[in-house]
């Protein structure tokens, strides 16, 4: 099992920066990749940006040149620096963990989700 912790989210005009966190604790030996999700009310979750265990990072074409994804394997921990925001970032934003386990030609994989952090952006 991994958990995951997020914080950092708050209330921020528009323009403003932020900082998300994600601590993971557990079977954090058996995590590959990482990612920030969002979702707005009435919207599907959608994949803001990711990063893998060698440090490949890929962005939703909504963020890129605003928003980056940083990993800190040191301390276990995930981060998204957001600035630039808008409005339309306004979400409840998710860290997200994919974990696998298990000999080669057996691969166990499994997907954790944090609790999410809101993050509103006034206009």
């Known amino acids: 099992q991994v958990q995951l912790v997020e914080s950092g989210g708050g209330l921020v005009q528009a323009g403003g920066s932020l900082r998300l966190s994600c601590a993971a604790s557990g079977r954090i030996r058996s995590i590959v990749d990482m990612g920030w999700y969002r979702q707005a009310p009435g919207d599907q979750r959608e994949k803001v940006a990711s990063?893998?265990?060698?440090?490949?990072?890929s962005y939703a074409d909504s963020v890129k040149g605003r928003f980056s994804i940083s990993r800190d394997t040191t301390q276990n921990t995930m981060f998204l620096q957001m600035n630039s925001l808008k409005p339309e970032d306004t979400a409840v934003y998710y860290c997200?963990?994919?974990?696998?386990?298990?000999?080669?030609?057996?691969?166990?994989?499994?997907?954790?989700w944090g609790q999410g952090t809101q993050v509103t952006v006034s206009s």
């Open positions: 990063i893998s265990s060698g440090g490949l990072t």
């Open positions: 997200s963990a994919v974990s696998e386990w298990g000999p080669v030609e057996r691969v166990q994989k499994a997907t954790y």
